[in-house]
């Protein structure tokens, strides 16, 4: 279906996750700074939380998320009283503004740690913010998902859960660092539908080593005969310059940008095919999903979870390494386990890094939002002029097109979407980032 420009391809450019992206991060941003910021938020704003638990119980080769392994229970037990204090320092500032409306927890792997760990985290989240009817969502690993971890999901009414299933194909499974066979993401699978889990995400990739067209196909296959509510089809980075652990996949075993094109492109048929709705370039779900439902209504929003249906514009992240985000600023907490722990223990909100979001970047932000979301965006005469001229090549191939002041983008163009947006963002001259390929 799309045509192959390996002349728009070529440049690494951001997921857009976040205006301004991490790579504009600074040291500038204090803890007096996020104070501000959470002191602003409106008595019943709409509050969405994420807590980072930075640990797995093995590491996988290919894996760019901050993360450790989850080996000693001491430096758990630390973390995780650290990420409760947080909680409680979060709560204090608040002093009962916002209305918290989901939670999310991320990692890492949150069940690397022990189930009643989990359900306790809840609990203190409930007990200092009142969150008793926000939606629950959960990242997942199926090689430590066992009976207990099964029952407190069951328990606690988790909405949503995200499997890190990434391929199904045993010798790409090796090539990558992460065994799991086929019945254990069955096993994750049908535990999860029982606990009471509505939407179940799987995360795929493609571009990994000894990973062809066939071995792809089985894996959409067999996540289609799962019934998967949701999937996630990433491009794998290989950045071993800044992943020291991706060095042990050997750059030699990595399908080149034209096979990645062609693997990004056979998803979205196999999965639109299979009656899947394609939301954004990496996305996709069944039509009955509250994401598919978003998109159809013009909901979708994009945060740090990717594409989501959640429409609050205050997300506070807790633990090591979490991003906030606030109308008027982003940011990172310390991202360092040991020195986040010291600065929580210590009475202070553990954030370091950042940016203050100016009217500018608001603007940008959500015109780029708008185009990875909806397929357009109305950039205003001014904007227009600024990116015309960058654009001409992609308008030229038929990618985009512009309708008065509105950039669409065409079907030909969805999988160039992050670099057509690329266009809007005013820093990208400026910091190159350590960004992946656009597929």
Not at 59 to 83: F, M, P
Request: charged share 25%; aromatic share 8%.
């Amino acid at each position: 279906m799309w045509t192959y420009h390996p002349e728009l391809l070529g440049r690494p450019v951001p997921r857009y996750t976040s205006y301004p992206t991490a790579a504009e991060f600074h040291d500038g941003i204090s803890e007096a700074d996020m104070a501000a910021a959470i002191d602003a938020v409106p008595e019943e704003a709409p509050l969405s939380l994420y807590l980072h638990i930075p640990y797995c119980k093995e590491i996988c080769w290919y894996c760019g998320c901050n993360t450790g392994a989850a080996n000693r229970g001491g430096r758990l037990t630390a973390y995780l009283e650290a990420l409760e204090t947080e909680i409680d320092l979060i709560a204090d500032r608040l002093a009962g503004r916002g209305r918290v409306r989901r939670i999310a927890f991320g990692g890492g792997s949150p069940n690397a740690i022990a189930p009643w760990r989990f359900v306790h985290l809840v609990e203190t989240l409930e007990r200092r913010l009142g969150v008793g009817d926000a939606t629950l969502s959960i990242e997942l690993d199926p090689r430590t998902l066992d009976r207990a971890w099964l029952d407190a999901i069951a328990g606690l009414g988790v909405a949503s859960a995200s499997l890190g299933v990434q391929t199904f194909a045993p010798q790409v499974q090796a090539a990558i660092g992460r065994i799991q066979p086929a019945e254990m993401i069955e096993r994750a699978t049908d535990g999860l539908r029982m606990a009471g889990v509505r939407s179940i995400n799987f995360d795929l990739m493609y571009g990994l080593p000894h990973q062809g067209v066939a071995e792809l196909d089985d894996s959409l296959t067999r996540t289609i005969a799962l019934g998967a509510d949701r999937i996630a089809v990433f491009g794998y980075a290989h950045l071993p310059k800044l992943l020291p652990r991706q060095r042990r996949i050997d750059d030699a075993d990595l399908p080149d940008l034209r096979t990645r094109f062609d693997q990004s492109a056979y998803a979205h048929d196999r999965l639109a095919g299979a009656g899947y709705r394609a939301i954004g370039f990496d996305h996709f779900a069944q039509p009955g999903d509250p994401l598919a439902q978003a998109a159809a209504e013009g909901r979708l929003r994009r945060n740090f979870q990717g594409f989501t249906d959640d429409d609050c514009d205050y997300l506070i992240g807790m633990g090591a390494s979490a991003i906030s985000q606030f109308p008027g600023l982003i940011a990172q907490n310390e991202k360092m386990a040991g020195r986040y722990r010291m600065l929580a223990f210590s009475g202070r909100l553990p954030a370091r890094r950042g940016i203050m979001r100016s009217a500018d970047d608001r603007r940008r932000g959500r015109i780029i939002e708008q185009l990875l979301c909806q397929g357009s965006a109305d950039l205003g005469a001014d904007m227009v002029a600024q990116v015309q001229g960058a654009l001409a090549q992609a308008e030229a191939a038929g990618l985009a097109r512009f309708a008065g002041n509105r950039l669409e983008l065409t079907v030909q163009g969805l999988p160039y979407a992050r670099t057509i947006a690329s266009a809007i963002d005013a820093y990208r001259d400026i910091s190159t980032g350590g960004f992946s390929r656009a597929v």
